[in-house]
């Protein structure tokens, strides 16, 4: 068990950091001091006692990210109750499921995501509260209505003189005590709800203080805050060492980003490979991909001249303040990795899941080994389901500190993945070197079996294949006489640009067909390529749900 406790670390954080900036809303300019947060996490918690909120009692929260999403997360736990946090881009008979699921009795969330949804079908919750204001959207009792609106009365009253630093006074929640209830989206089917203990987060968050990882910086975050990734490290692990982070609400558009970036210029960088691989794609490759481009290249000096310039470019297109990116979610594509080291830019890739709050392995750019996702943390073991871990691929198991208690409500579910011995079966195939660093082959789900019993994995060919002309993204796939299939997302804004016909396009899938499979190995060659006319469906991580695409001929 860690000897920090989670709710003593936001006390200690508030106390030692009351005057300086946690939070800002990109977008409406405004900014919450320490100081503001623990006033507004004592207004809710005096809320809560007038609403009748018990210890253990579940809150669900959807909206977009932003300061009163996270003083939300931090008011409910401190209060002892526990948070249910919800993508807000699920729909909204998956928003009904999980609240229903969760049996939250509270529910925080945007305004234009209320309306999208029927209270009808809402019968456990009691009150339903705006995240623009923290007004009164919907209360099944008069009284419960007036105390939400009057919370600031209710807070001036009992505090008149002001809140300061002594006023802080949170319940005791021991770190055994679940206190968020995860829902995954997955990419296997219905969604789960993951019970994380107080001692599941405050792993990640002491793991991110031994490090150093987010120390007093300044980051801006734009990945989905209900997503474990995000909330453990531009929010949970950032806001109790002392960090100032901005939040961009939602993931915006490519220019957008950027603009934002360089604008608030942050100090390290949390994303995913799929942000990563589109700068390459869509501003670097076609650049070094030109003829003369490439003969240069060839050419040590002038290797070496192009190599600072393109870094500086990149690292300038990130806020060009970053000390490095630190990339979770997924495997970043070997050639983009590559390209990377080439050009010296500080990045690693780690790997974590839902069911570990979520951090599972990681080293810092200076340690990092190139195509794995870092090293096994150190209050986590791993092993490898193979006969030989160091050479054979097989399951990635893993235990310690991280591994959640369980699914809600689920012990079939719980019993399929975490077996006798405390191991938690990830679902991912890899191997293990001798350091512990682990690498990642695909996942077990989507390991394919080729004619003569080889395992094909097909992230790997989707790697190559998206790097091609005109190509987005891929699924791999299977037809019933074992040969594979292609599924292709064209680069659309390509195509229009250059008013490529239909035929012309199959032309040029062909080509690439043609040229993946020189890279391959023969039991994993593509019989066709076949054009998807939409972006395939993904998780809040950007993975997509392959479990939704198949081919029968």
Not at 160 to 183: F, H, L, R, W
Not at 504 to 533: D, F, G, T, V
Request: neutral net charge; proline residues 4%; glycine residues 6%.
């Amino acid at each position: 068990m860690i000897k920090e406790n989670l709710v003593e670390l936001f006390s200690s954080s508030l106390k030692e950091n009351w005057e300086k900036p946690a939070f800002t809303d990109y977008f409406d300019k405004k900014t919450f001091t320490y100081q503001q947060v623990a006033e507004q996490v004592a207004q809710l918690h005096l809320l809560f006692e007038k609403l009748n909120v018990q210890k253990n009692d579940k809150i669900a929260l959807v909206g977009k990210n932003g300061s009163l999403w996270c003083i939300t997360y931090i008011a409910t736990v401190s209060y002892g109750a526990v948070i249910v946090p919800m993508l807000q881009d699920f729909p909204p008979e998956n928003l009904t499921n999980i609240i229903n699921h969760s049996d939250s009795k509270i529910l925080f969330t945007s305004d234009y995501i209320y309306n999208k949804l029927d209270i009808n079908e809402l019968p456990k919750i009691e009150s339903i509260i705006s995240l623009e204001n923290f007004s009164c959207i919907h209360s099944k009792n008069e009284q419960d209505a007036t105390y939400i609106n009057e919370s600031q009365k209710l807070f001036a009253e009992k505090y008149p003189n002001g809140y300061t630093k002594e006023d802080i006074q949170y319940a005791e929640v021991p770190n055994s005590n679940v206190v968020c209830m995860s829902y995954t989206s997955g990419t296997t089917g219905f969604s789960k709800g993951v019970m994380l203990t107080a001692n599941n987060l405050a792993g990640n968050v002491v793991f991110g203080f031994d490090t150093k990882l987010v120390h007093k910086k300044k980051l801006l975050s734009f990945l989905p805050l209900a997503h474990a990734y995000c909330c453990a490290f531009d929010f949970l692990a950032a806001f109790c060492d002392g960090s100032h982070t901005t939040y961009l609400g939602k993931m915006p558009a490519a220019p957008l980003l950027m603009k934002a970036l360089a604008e608030i210029k942050p100090d390290i960088i949390f994303t995913v490979p799929l942000i990563i691989e589109k700068v390459y794609k869509k501003k670097i490759l076609p650049v070094i991909s030109k003829p003369y481009m490439k003969f240069l290249m060839s050419i040590p000096f002038i290797k070496n001249v192009i190599g600072v310039k393109i870094h500086y470019q990149l690292k300038n297109a990130f806020g060009g303040n970053f000390e490095q990116i630190v990339i979770g979610g997924a495997p970043l594509n070997p050639e983009v990795e590559a390209f990377l080291k080439k050009i010296k830019i500080h990045y690693c890739v780690g790997y974590g899941m839902t069911e570990c709050g979520p951090l599972i392995s990681y080293d810092p750019w200076s340690e990092y080994k190139e195509t794995s996702v870092g090293k096994i943390l150190p209050r986590m073991e791993v092993k490898i389901a193979s006969n030989d871990p160091y050479k054979e691929i097989g399951e990635i198991l893993v235990r310690g500190e991280h591994v959640m208690l369980g699914y809600y409500k689920n012990e079939e579910a719980t019993n399929a993945v975490i077996d006798n011995e405390g191991w938690l079966h990830t679902g991912d195939m890899g191997y293990i070197d001798q350091d512990y660093n682990i690498y990642i082959r695909g996942r077990n789900k989507s390991m394919l079996l080729g004619a003569n019993g080889q395992n094909i994995y097909p992230e790997e060919i989707e790697a190559k294949l998206n790097n091609m002309p005109y190509v987005t993204e891929s699924v791999v796939v299977q037809n019933k006489a074992s040969k594979l299939i292609a599924l292709v997302y064209p680069d659309m804004e390509a195509v229009k640009s250059e008013k490529l016909s239909e035929k012309a396009l199959l032309k040029i899938m062909e080509r690439n067909k043609r040229h993946l499979n020189k890279q391959i190995a023969a039991y994993e060659q593509i019989s066709e390529i076949r054009i998807h006319k939409t972006e395939f469906e993904k998780t809040a991580k950007k993975s997509i749900k392959r479990f939704l695409y198949s081919v029968e001929d």
